[in-house]
């Protein structure tokens, strides 16, 4: 079993408020919660920059790796307008 742990950082240069941003950040963390991911936004004050950190458990390195490929593809799939990077280790 392992602990996997995932920093999101989000560019989000068409954003201007804290309230848009909250809102696309709303919208992500509903879907990636429906992946049986454990989400934190740890978003500093700067309105068009946004970080999330996930965790999840994985039963081995495999599952790790779809469940990561499932998180990249749930995000380019409904979030392509915004520049992403995706950093994923086992603790």
Same mark, same amino acid.
């Given at each position: 079993m392992?602990?996997?742990?995932?920093?999101?950082h989000?560019?989000?240069?068409?954003?201007?408020?804290?309230k848009?941003r909250?809102?696309?950040?709303?919208a992500?963390?509903?879907?990636?919660?429906?992946?049986?991911?454990?989400?934190? *936004?740890?978003?500093?004050?700067?309105?068009?920059e946004? *970080?999330l950190?996930? @965790?999840?458990?994985?039963? *081995? @390195?495999?599952s790790?790796?779809?469940?990561r *490929? @499932?998180?990249?593809a749930?995000?380019?799939?409904?979030?392509?307008?915004?520049?992403?990077e995706?950093?994923?280790?086992?603790?």
């Amino acid at each position: 079993m392992r602990l996997m742990h995932c920093h999101l950082h989000l560019d989000l240069p068409h954003i201007e408020t804290k309230k848009g941003r909250r809102a696309v950040l709303n919208a992500l963390k509903s879907r990636l919660k429906t992946h049986n991911l454990s989400v934190l *936004d740890i978003s500093g004050e700067y309105v068009k920059e946004a *970080d999330l950190v996930m @965790a999840y458990l994985a039963l *081995d @390195a495999a599952s790790a790796a779809r469940q990561r *490929d @499932a998180i990249e593809a749930l995000i380019e799939r409904h979030f392509c307008e915004f520049e992403y990077e995706l950093v994923c280790e086992a603790l």
